[in-house]
């Protein structure tokens, strides 16, 4: 199987023929390179899950990574849903449960926290933002206030 071939007759004609492999192959590297310039394809989002590597063999199979993105949005969800992300109704709320929701979003935002791959803290930004956002709400917004008040509140009311 010939890739290139350049034919020229005797009547100085010439004939180029070129393997369709070849123009598949250089399509996927023109497309591969666009995506590279215009920066669609992004490889620090993905990781190499698995590889057999053999005698003549090698597979690599590759997936997408979002554990940071999925780790932000769980977060998301529990700010959104819960007491703690929704204004105070002082005739309806029962403080007591106010103050189980904060504590509990607490507990969750840590745990979510630990389940973020420390390379992935490394090495992108966005993830380093999540993580020193989530920090600064647990401990510059909830920790003094709880602090403060859930103790006392508790002390008071199992009294």
Same mark, same amino acid.
């Given at each position: 199987?010939?890739?290139?071939?350049?034919?020229?007759?005797?009547?100085?004609?010439?004939?180029?023929?070129?393997?369709?492999?070849?123009?598949?192959?250089?399509?996927?590297?023109?497309?591969?390179?666009?995506? %590279? &310039?215009?920066? +669609?394809?992004?490889? /620090? !989002?993905?990781? @190499?899950?698995? =590889?057999?590597?053999?005698?003549?063999? *090698?597979?690599?199979?590759?997936?997408?990574?979002?554990?940071?993105?999925?780790?932000?949005?769980?977060?998301?969800?529990?700010?959104?849903?819960?007491?703690?992300?929704?204004?105070?109704?002082?005739?309806?709320?029962?403080?007591?449960?106010?103050?189980?929701?904060?504590?509990?979003? %607490? &507990?969750?935002? +840590?745990?979510?926290? /630990? !389940?973020?791959? @420390?390379?992935? =803290?490394?090495?992108?930004?966005?993830? *380093?933002?999540?993580?020193?956002?989530?920090?600064?709400?647990?401990?510059?917004?909830?920790?003094?206030?709880?602090?403060?008040?859930?103790?006392?509140?508790?002390?008071?009311?199992?009294?």
């Amino acid at each position: 199987m010939e890739i290139i071939s350049i034919i020229i007759n005797q009547n100085w004609d010439i004939q180029f023929y070129v393997s369709k492999f070849l123009i598949i192959f250089l399509i996927i590297i023109f497309i591969i390179f666009i995506c %590279f &310039k215009n920066k +669609r394809l992004k490889f /620090k !989002d993905y990781e @190499i899950s698995e =590889a057999d590597i053999g005698i003549g063999n *090698s597979n690599i199979k590759i997936k997408p990574n979002y554990e940071d993105v999925q780790i932000a949005y769980k977060l998301w969800i529990e700010l959104s849903t819960r007491k703690i992300g929704i204004p105070i109704d002082f005739e309806n709320d029962a403080i007591m449960e106010l103050y189980n929701s904060w504590y509990e979003f %607490f &507990k969750i935002s +840590r745990e979510l926290l /630990k !389940d973020i791959p @420390i390379v992935k =803290a490394r090495k992108h930004e966005s993830t *380093s933002k999540l993580i020193n956002i989530t920090i600064e709400i647990l401990n510059l917004s909830i920790r003094p206030h709880l602090t403060k008040w859930q103790a006392k509140f508790r002390k008071w009311y199992f009294f």
